[in-house]
């Protein structure tokens, strides 16, 4: 499957009302909103209160067969839209900043004996939104929406419903288009209110809580590990959850969240002490993990000149308390920077987890879990990258198991085509008898045009 790796099959949006907007001038320094009797100002556009209320009424976002389940998570964007306009229009205090970008990705597979050709591409716009109210509220909301066409799927019964799938405790996803020769998606990956205000930060909604130290595979990442090898997705998944913390220092924290699920063993609820030891920042986690319970840590500092960092998390079953059903997923990773201006970096994995998977093609480049994060029991990665010039890099990185007859090669070439605008061509190259019965085109090879704004 194409969605920015081999076969990356994630599903995630929901629809918002249309909102019919007048042209004004609002003489503000950045993007404010003013009252202005019915009318909203927000930068040079002016937003009527009532008629977006009357087109939220007016407006049928269910599917036929699928109302209440379907709609439930934009009913849910709508209503927080709106008491977020309510609040700014009541209260003359409230900046918008919104930026984005759009992406074409084309991807061709080969077979081994370049007999064998597939093409696929993906159209992608991302919308950001930052909405700061007052001295220590922030909103947030973020859509991607993407347009799929090519082999993949022409030849998948049912992609537009597996994206539709939204896997979060809110369905923020929709699949608006869906043939046989095209997928248009749209899905909110972060979608949350923040309260800041001094060592303390509160967060409620879908977010990235981010507990990782390594760069590939994070057993400490328990609300919301990622897949390296899905590299079109830089923001990473979010997860539907509440997160607070409280920081003392720079380094030193105390924070905890919760994964909203129907169930216990459906949530993750998690803390973690974070703090200093010598020259190296160190933490430690704790919590329920869905049906396991967890303890872990993590560390980065420097050995000498070179990076050194390091997480280790037992996974214990709470069902088998007693016994020794429990195992370890723990990564040690490092980089340097050469005299020569290469920068290297390389990384080991333990995955004491690891299930056997029937579609390790799959896994690899859909958000793992933190107990079972790579298709082996054991990894590895190595990468290379130089900077030919300011606006060209190369890179080179090979990933693999111990354990398992499997080797990935990714050689990567950015550049900088204008200040917006950036071109990357990257392979993803599948060797071993791993992969030799589960796909005819192993080698992959991606070419992306990235305007930002």
């Not at 699920?261 to 803390?271: M, N, P, R, T, Y």
């Not at 190296?280 to 869905?290: C, E, M, T």
């Not at 190369?394 to 990933?399: A, D, E, L, Y």
């Not at 071993?432 to 796909?439: A, E, I, K, N």
């Amino acid at each position: 499957m194409m969605n920015s790796g081999i076969l990356n099959i994630e599903g995630n949006l929901r629809s918002s009302p249309k909102v019919t907007a007048g042209r004004s001038f609002c003489p503000s320094k950045g993007t404010k909103v003013l009252a202005s009797g019915e009318n909203s100002c927000v930068g040079r556009y002016s937003i009527h209160w009532q008629e977006l209320i009357s087109l939220w009424r007016e407006t049928d976002f269910s599917s036929a067969g699928n109302q209440g389940e379907e709609s439930g998570g934009i009913r849910l964007l709508a209503l927080i839209l709106m008491l977020l306009f309510s609040t700014s229009i009541q209260s003359q205090n409230i900046e918008a900043d919104f930026s984005g970008y759009v992406k074409e990705l084309g991807s061709i597979s080969l077979s081994n004996d370049l007999e064998t050709l597939r093409y696929d591409n993906i159209l992608h716009h991302r919308l950001e939104s930052e909405f700061r109210m007052g001295e220590h509220f922030e909103f947030r909301g973020d859509v991607r929406t993407r347009l799929f066409n090519g082999w993949m799927v022409n030849n998948t019964p049912g992609y537009g419903n597996f994206l539709a799938n939204d896997p979060g405790y809110f369905d923020l996803s929709k699949t608006w288009v869906d043939s046989d020769y095209t997928v248009l998606n749209s899905a909110i990956d972060r979608l949350h209110l923040s309260y800041i205000n001094g060592p303390w930060e509160v967060h409620a909604g879908r977010q990235r809580i981010n507990w990782g130290k390594t760069m590939v595979w994070n057993p400490n990442d328990l609300f919301n590990a990622y897949a390296y090898l899905d590299f079109d997705y830089e923001e990473r998944p979010g997860t539907d959850a509440l997160y607070a913390s409280y920081s003392w220092s720079y380094a030193s924290s105390v924070e905890a969240g919760y994964r909203i699920g129907k169930s216990l063993d459906e949530s993750v609820i998690a803390g973690m002490i974070r703090g200093s030891l010598g020259e190296y920042d160190v933490q430690l986690i704790a919590g329920n993990y869905f049906e396991e319970l967890a303890l872990g840590a993590g560390w980065s500092g420097y050995l000498k000149t070179a990076g050194f960092k390091g997480e280790l998390t037992y996974f214990h079953p709470k069902k088998n308390f007693f016994d020794e059903s429990g195992h370890f997923t723990a990564t040690l990773g490092g980089d340097y920077m050469f005299p020569n201006a290469v920068y290297g970096s390389a990384e080991l994995l333990y995955n004491g987890g690891w299930n056997r998977s029937a579609n390790p093609l799959g896994q690899l480049t859909r958000p793992p879990s933190a107990s079972d994060l790579f298709i082996a029991e054991t990894g590895y990665f190595l990468n290379a990258a130089y900077q030919l010039n300011p606006l060209t890099s190369i890179s080179s990185g090979v990933m693999g198991s111990f354990d398992r007859k499997m080797i990935i090669l990714i050689p990567q070439f950015t550049r900088s085509l204008s200040e917006n605008l950036d071109l990357m061509i990257l392979g993803q190259l599948l060797k071993g008898s791993v992969f030799s019965d589960l796909t005819e085109t192993p080698n992959l090879l991606f070419f992306r045009v990235k305007w930002s704004y």
